[in-house]
């Protein structure tokens, strides 16, 4: 089975709304993993996945591929790869994925579902792990060594030391180190989790599998670090790269440079400065002594690479809020500002996709070796300045262990024991022609039909319901909506379906809408024989016929379902649930071949798995 067969059916962390939580709806969040697919023109069929079972949403971070990670997604899709969100795996087949905590309670082990295994991710190329914030189970970190030993790539975003951005005294610094930097005994876990305190002058896991290890350092440089190696000692991943800004961010030590070299250094010229908030000097060495900024690892047949700071890479769009406090989160728009890491990151994940034979940088073949970074490890590294204490005080409510103390609207809230998870009820203020001719006049109204007919002359229209042809409501054109929806001016606008904003008024003696605000298009009526598009189908009334076409992006729910994305926008999609007699043919885990196809759906616009979907499907076509 492929990631996008398993992954995807999966379950996880889809789409939020970010007003008002107050019903299961809001917990969309916990649906179908966005997926970003390039066109079967430009694919060259690899995939990246972006891991978020153990972090890379907390505080203000929101490093997801619909969120602040989506201009590096779109960057990705547009260089031929399918980009994936990983959450972990249905244990129980639910159709939700939760984590319990299964550190600090270890009974939850067996029922911990937000977890990495090599059978869940072997099928990519790369994974991409951004600040994680939760420790690995020995199991995980033996899983993404086998991951590494089979060809495959790993980039590690990090971030200063005590980016401990959901208070569980752990950053990505320790957790991709392997060890806390705490020497408290409380961090011999035992079990599951082993012993993860500062091991002193010992090597960590990332040291012992990579060659290199992050620092508990935190700098500034917003001018950017600028000595970028060239590229013929670099694998060509330094070609056009510009001095990538620093912001709050840490450097790397290399303890093997057979193993791993550094990209990007602070020049003797960068006058890199601590951190304001660094709990300890925050700068320990400065300049090429203080380790790469960026860099890279070969290990055997695979690769990873590492960077000391998410704001070049990140933008700001996030999609959630803040898990201790519900607050809306503000990211740094580093992907388009001066010393971005666009160009870099892009050329990094080309690298790590590229399976090649020779096993390390032995200055052989142009594979140029790295530079051993003296004083791998600061004497200060070897304790802990905060002795084992989270960043801050977690505020009452927060627990960053149950997620059922999550803020509504955060990656992760769980939803509460007396919710019904898979309720597809969703509020909406648009009605269909019948119920707008129930509502009372002056309201307010928005409602959806078919263009059936002009109204006196250029100056209105009529409108008839979707399912019952035998009502009919007037709608009064504004001048400036005339040219557009006028079938007088307009004739090819008739049998168009149409969804209309204004006051529920009479109009030419019958019932009508007038002080039209808005009128949307939504495409050609299905008896007509076209089809809309999937984002012209998500703002089409629920319980309305609708034809709609559409790439098939992957399996969901096993094989009862596909998902479909948008022939021109990626972040638009819409699942599609599969009637037995369509399963075998179009079911991405019975059928592999229909990924990325083409296809036309009929059936009713409904909700499926908790988000906007197609059910009762009577007709699917595969275009050529």
Known sequence: MSVKDTILSLIGTGLISLGNFSNAADYEWNAIAPVKIPSPQTSNGKTILFDVSHGGTEGNADWVIDGAFSSFADALVNEGYTVEEYRGIDLNNDGLIEYFDDLNTPVNSQVNEAIITYSAIQDADVLVLAETNRPFKVSEYQALEQFVAAGKGIYFIGDHYNADRNLNTWDATEVFNGYNRSTLTKYNYGGEYGDLRNPGNSDGWLAQNFGIRFRFNALDYL??????????????????????????????????????????????????????????????????????????AKAGLGKAAFIGDSSPVEDDTPKYRRQDSGAVKKTYPGWTDPGDAATLSVNIINWLATQENYLEFDNNNGHTAGELTLNAKAAIEMEDPDNGNPWSTPSDGYNPWDTATFANGSFGARLPADEDPTDPSTPTTTVSVSEALAIDNGSEVTLQGTISAELNGIYALLLTDSENANESIAIKLESSQRAQFSPQLNPEILQHVIRVSGIRNDYLSQSGVTGVSDIIDLGLANNNGDYVSVSNALDTLSGTSITVTGFVVSEINGIYGLLLQDINDASKQINVKLESTYRAEFNPQLNPNIIGAQIIVSGKRDAYLGEPGIRYVDSITKLD
Not at 233 to 254: D, K, R, W
Not at 270 to 285: I, P, Q, V
């Open 223 to 296: 001018a950017g670090v600028s000595d970028v190696i060239a590229s013929v000692h670099s694998e060509g991943i330094t070609e056009n790269v510009q001095p990538i800004l620093m912001a709050a961010g840490a450097t790397l030590a290399i303890t093997n440079p057979s193993k791993a070299k550094g990209l990007v250094y602070l020049s003797s010229q960068d006058n890199a400065t601590a951190w304001k908030h660094a709990n300890d000097s925050g700068l320990y060495f400065g300049g090429r002594d203080e380790g790469p900024y960026v860099a890279i």
